[in-house]
Nanobody, 120 residues
């Protein structure tokens, strides 16, 4: 069955860096666009970033552009999000999600999320 398992979250000071990962299994990872979506406390879901099947095209929300980098390793069936210059407003539960439509945001599978907290 399809599984997405995030890891790597934690507590980091403002200005710091963190890399979160998403291990995929149960499907042909290299055939799907993947995204990161986050949910801050008391707020709705916010799309963060997406990447195409080969990793050559990436997309970012304006709120993270220039600070976050999405990447994937199809040989390891793993998706990454490198987060630099973190701000308190980046505090959220970060989910990876599979999008069978490309970048339309119609996700069919989600992970359980990994918590990122930015605080001094």
């Amino acid at each position: 069955q399809v599984q997405l398992v995030e890891s790597g979250g934690g507590l980091v000071q403002p200005g710091g860096s963190l890399r979160v990962s998403c291990a995929a299994s149960g499907f042909t990872f290299s055939s799907y666009y993947m995204s990161w979506v986050r949910q801050a406390p008391g707020k709705g879901l916010e799309w963060v970033s997406a990447i195409n099947t080969g990793g050559g095209s990436t997309y970012y929300a304006d709120s993270v552009k220039g600070r976050f980098t999405i990447s994937r390793d199809n040989a390891k069936n793993t998706l990454y999000l490198q987060m630099n210059s973190l701000k308190p407003e980046d505090t959220a539960l970060y989910y990876c999600a599979r999008d069978p439509t490309g970048v339309a945001g119609l996700y069919d599978y989600w992970g359980q999320g990994t918590q990122v907290t930015v605080s001094s």
